[in-house]
């Protein structure tokens, strides 16, 4: 039974801290010392082509699972219409998709008291292979140090 994007909230917010992870994390290769992604982000359905062209983003299919290192900029839209919390999910400036609204129901209010429009969070692509041929950014880990 599908636990509504609990699972994700649990994962994300048992992991937020400080920004506490280097600039230089994905050519350290720290990601492979993290659990694994959490699908917080919704609406990849939308931007495929953007994410199969992302800089580091290997084209095509491949063989095996794919799962490639992003870093995503999470960005505050508290004008937007169709949800108050919003939260815009970027990598390498395009827009991927939204962090899920039960994600960002709990983060937005925190983000907004802090006064933070804008955040770095460790994400992932995933997909583009026989088994799973759509895209999805999920999300990793830690925030990155540097962003605001």
């Keep these: 039974m599908a636990d ?3 699972s994700s909230v649990d994962h994300l917010f048992g992991a937020l801290q400080p920004a506490n992870v280097p ?3 994905i050519k350290r290769r720290l990601w492979l010392q993290w659990d694994i992604p959490v699908n917080a982000v919704r609406g990849e359905r939308h931007h495929q082509d953007v994410i199969s062209k992302l800089p580091g983003v ?3 299919l491949v063989d095996k699972v794919r799962l490639e ?3 995503v900029d999470m960005i505050r839209e508290p004008d937007n219409s169709e949800d108050r919390f919003a939260c815009r999910a970027v ?3 395009s827009l991927v998709g939204y962090l ?3 994600c960002a129901s709990v983060l937005a209010p925190q ?3 802090a006064g933070a429009t804008s955040w770095g969070i460790c994400g ?3 997909g583009g292979s026989p088994g799973a041929t759509m895209y999805g950014t999920p999300l990793a880990g830690p925030p990155i140090d540097g962003r605001s």
Excluded: C, K, T
Aim: hydrophobic fraction near 40%; aromatic fraction near 4%; glycine fraction near 12%.
């Design 111 to 113: 983000a907004d008291a």
């Design 100 to 102: 899920s609204r039960e």
């Design 91 to 93: 990598v390498a400036g």
């Design 58 to 60: 290997r084209r095509g």
């Design 124 to 126: 992932a692509v995933v």
């Design 23 to 25: 600039p230089n994390w």
């Design 4 to 6: 509504r994007g609990q």
């Design 69 to 71: 290192p992003v870093a």
